[in-house]
């Protein structure tokens, strides 16, 4: 069964980081384009960026440029989300998702999901 798992979330202060990963297992990830997506309490699920199967990010999110990137370590089979200057509306449940390239920003358009991990910026 064709799987995502996201960890790495957590608490953390205004202005500090946190990688999250994505890891998959049954399929191999480097095939697929890699999205993260958020969602706060009472708002849409928003892309935020996407990796493509060649290595090009696509941001979907203007907050996310110059304090995100995303990478894969195709050895292990996992897509990483690193976050920096973390701020307080960054708070959400992260998802990472899969589709066939390439990469496009709707999650409908996503074929694979993850369960989810939350984010929580506070002081």
């Known amino acids: 069964q064709v799987q995502l798992v996201e960890s790495g979330g957590g608490l953390v202060q205004p202005g500090g980081s946190l990688r999250l990963s994505c890891a998959a297992s049954?399929?191999?990830?480097?095939?697929?384009?890699i999205g993260w997506f958020r969602q706060a309490p009472g708002k849409e699920r928003e892309g935020v960026l996407c990796?493509?199967?060649?290595?090009?990010?696509?941001y979907y999110a203007d907050s996310a440029k110059g304090r995100f990137t995303i990478s894969r370590d195709n050895a292990k089979n996992t897509v990483y989300l690193q976050m920096n200057s973390l701020k307080p509306e960054d708070t959400a449940v992260y998802y990472c998702?899969?589709?066939?390239?390439?990469?496009?920003?709707?999650?409908?358009?996503?074929?694979?999901w993850g369960q989810g991990t939350q984010v929580t910026v506070s002081s």
């Open positions: 998702a899969a589709t066939a390239p390439p990469c496009g920003i709707g999650w409908n358009y996503y074929s694979y």
């Open positions: 049954e399929f191999t990830l480097d095939y697929y384009a």
């Open positions: 990796i493509s199967s060649s290595d090009r990010t696509t």
